[in-house]
């Protein structure tokens, strides 16, 4: 029988020392902001820490500038902290060539991870991906094997960002294997300020993803997260107990749809099983995140104005 390991957590936040890997970044930014007004001694590393990237960020926080693939690079940044954020990466398809998102976001992670064993930090928390089933951004015309669809959904991947999601959780179990490591990896969904500009520039990506790639956006079970939510739950993640390296789905618990979810399960998955969902719930388990970290997100799209949730019908008119 395999040894049971778990995963954390961090003691108190304040007065913790905590290295966030991609502190320049939309997640990372969010993070280090958090843990610096929790008392935390935050050191940022990316390879951007640009100083027009700087408004709002904590003065008292340390910025080094470096690339994760930098094996002596990340071993001195990590060296003296009790847990590492991993949040450096290129966070979509679009950021680069198949090789650079693999080697930013595979090599990059194994050797954040490998870094943070030597050094026996407490807890790294990494960032997944809703991605890292590969369905959503698979070349095939493919859906989930069911909904709600939770961690365990089967793989199907045929995309580099998919695919590196996919080994940063395999590096995940196998460092928490060897070295008894404390990993929890977050599969974050479309995550954005949803309030920048009152809610327009979020209500207006949504309705142009779901006209660019409705199939898209049923495999991600038309799901989102602020990103001070999406802050929230890294937190949380870092301050929790879990099971050892498992990947956690986080969301928003309702759609940024209009519609009810049966209805765009109806229309966009038809044939798929599928457990009732009631109204706006998203069609994704979020029993992990409740349980594991007790994260629960807050900000959402209707709060800030129902007219900016997505209508199904306005589409396809
Ligand atoms: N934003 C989303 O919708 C979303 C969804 C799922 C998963 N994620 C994941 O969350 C993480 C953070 O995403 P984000 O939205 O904040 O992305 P972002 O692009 O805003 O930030 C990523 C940061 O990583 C830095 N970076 C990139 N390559 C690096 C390298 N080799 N060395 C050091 N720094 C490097 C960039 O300079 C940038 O500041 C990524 O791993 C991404 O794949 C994001």
């Known amino acids: 029988m395999k040894q049971q390991l778990s995963a954390g957590p961090l003691g108190p936040v304040a007065g913790s020392r905590v290295l966030v890997t991609g502190g320049d970044g939309l997640i990372g930014a969010q993070v280090v902001r958090l843990l610096s007004e929790l008392g935390a001694d935050v050191t940022s590393f990316d390879q951007n820490a640009q100083e027009a990237t700087s408004a709002g960020y904590p003065p008292d926080c340390s910025r080094l500038t470096g690339s994760v ?50 050094a026996g930090v407490v807890k790294l928390v990494y960032a997944s991906s809703i991605n890292a089933s590969g369905l959503p951004l698979n070349s095939h015309p493919v859906l989930p094997t069911r909904y709600p669809f939770d961690e365990d959904q089967p793989i ?38 949803i309030t920048a500009a009152g809610g327009t520039a979020f209500a207006r990506h949504i309705r142009r993803a779901l006209y660019d790639d409705p199939r898209r956006q049923a495999c ?98």
């Open 69 to 118: 693939t930098d094996r002596d690079a990340v071993q001195k940044a990590v060296a003296g902290h009790d847990a590492v954020v991993h949040l450096a990466g290129l966070a979509g398809l679009d950021r680069g060539s198949p090789e650079d998102i693999y080697a930013a976001n595979a090599l990059g992670t194994f050797v954040v991870m490998e870094a943070a064993a030597r």
């Open 156 to 193: 199907d991947i045929t995309d580099a960002y998919s695919l590196s999601k996919h080994a940063n959780e395999a590096a995940a179990r196998a460092l928490s294997r060897r070295n008894g490591l404390a990993l929890t990896g977050l599969r974050y969904p479309l995550v954005r300020d």
């Open 220 to 317: 991600e079970g038309w799901t989102y997260l602020d990103v001070r939510d999406a802050a929230a739950a890294t937190l949380a993640a870092l301050t929790h107990d879990t099971p050892a390296a498992p990947a956690v789905l986080v969301a928003a618990p309702r759609t940024y749809l209009r519609q009810q979810t049966e209805d765009a399960l109806r229309r966009f998955a038809p044939t798929v099983p599928r457990e009732f969902v009631p109204d706006r719930v998203v069609p994704v388990r979020l029993d992990r995140a409740e349980s594991l970290l007790e994260f629960h997100a807050t900000v959402f799209l209707e709060d800030l104005d129902p007219d900016l949730l997505a209508d199904l019908d306005e589409l396809t008119a």
